[in-house]
Structure formats: C-alpha cells, structure tokens
C-alpha cells in the first residue's frame, strides 16, 4: 500500500556528512510512523531513529545520539536523516520503514513496510 525508496547512501571519509532520504508513494506518511534501521555486516538489523509524523515525536538510539537526526517534509512526503561525524562502524545497510499509527516504535517486527536499503561506506 506504500512504497519506500531510499537514496544517498555512498562512500564517505570518517568525520564526513551524509543526508539520505526516503520518499513514500502510493499513500503519503499521514498517519504513519517512519523509522530508519541499519544492519551492518555479521551483525542484526538495530534500529537508529523515528518519527511520528502527524506528532513531530522523534527518539534515536543512544548510539547515534547528538550525530544523527531525522525530519521531515510534508509537502514531498520525504523523511530525512542527517548523519554527521560519520564513524568506521556507522557502516551499513540503512533502511527506511514504516508503520500505521501515532506512536514510536524500536523493533524491526513492528514496521510492516521497508525500502530496498541503500548502502554507507565510511572510510578511515
């Protein structure tokens, strides 16, 4: 019922900035609550931040606190995530997810629609 597609992933030096973006078609993110995921390699998909939209409610992982931020923009129906000082492990798979409802949720199993990933690559 929604599709997720995400963009600007790519190779970057440590220290360095990236803003990805998930735009959403078939239905807008009214009513939704998006999420960005990462799983690097050998390891689980972890979830990295969220964002009621009709709420404006936002929550991270302690992980990524203080570097990376996510918003969003009602009138191209796109969520963001800002990533700054970018780190050696920050490398990965990141997701864009979504999920019907108001309030945040953290686990993978909760998000019943996922983009096709896009990949990070930090460099040191």
């Known amino acids: 019922q929604v599709q997720l597609v995400e963009s600007g992933g790519g190779l970057v030096q440590a220290g360095g900035s990236l803003r990805l973006s998930c735009a959403a078609s078939?239905?807008?993110?009214?009513?939704?609550?998006p999420g960005w995921f990462r799983q690097a390699p050998g390891k689980e998909r972890e979830f990295v931040a969220a964002?009621?939209?009709?709420?404006?409610?936002?929550n991270y992982a302690d992980s990524v606190k203080g570097r990376f931020t996510i918003s969003k923009d009602n009138a191209k129906n796109t969520v963001y995530l800002q990533i700054n000082s970018l780190k050696p492990e920050d490398t990965a798979v990141y997701y864009c997810?979504?999920?019907?409802?108001?309030?945040?949720?953290?686990?993978?199993?909760?998000?019943?629609?996922w983009g096709q990933g896009t990949q990070v690559t930090v460099s040191s």
């Open positions: 997810a979504a999920r019907p409802g108001i309030r945040l949720r953290y686990a993978a199993a909760e998000y019943d629609y």
């Open positions: 078939g239905r807008t993110f009214s009513g939704y609550v």
């Open positions: 964002i009621s939209w009709s709420a404006g409610a936002t």
